[in-house]
């Protein structure tokens, strides 16, 4: 019996550390899904209230207010619509509003809202590679929605 003490103390100090870093991946990755929910949601309010007509403020207002669980100054919004040219079979994307923050895309035109957002990590120490840059503690997180102008 004398032998055996000691080795539970050995065994946690060898299986700890990766119970640790599986606790932390998994927390992180949670975290990281649960934005990317939010901004998927964001995105889709914010195309469906451009497929309606809505100016570009209030397109901005109603993604923000979707995405409030958010830190909202990391977030970026980009409006554009796109229209299909038959003879190049392509794509072109413009920005959605004038000037004065109208929607003007043309009905039938294909509205595109893009949000990206830099999450920042938790347990950025454990995952040095796991961010935007080598060591870096936030890693963006994209999500657009595209719907057809009413």
Known sequence: MRADQGTATVELALV???LLVLLFGIAEFGLLFKDLLILNNAA???SRA???GATTTTIADTVLNAAAHLNTEDLSITQQYGTYNEETQTWSWVDLGD???HNDAPAGAQIRIALAYAHTLVAAGLFPSLGDEEGGSTITVTAASVMRRE
Do not use: C, K, T
């Open 99 to 101: 000037a004065e923050g």
């Open 44 to 46: 889709q309010a914010g």
């Open 16 to 18: 700890a550390p990766i």
């Open 50 to 52: 451009a497929a309606l």
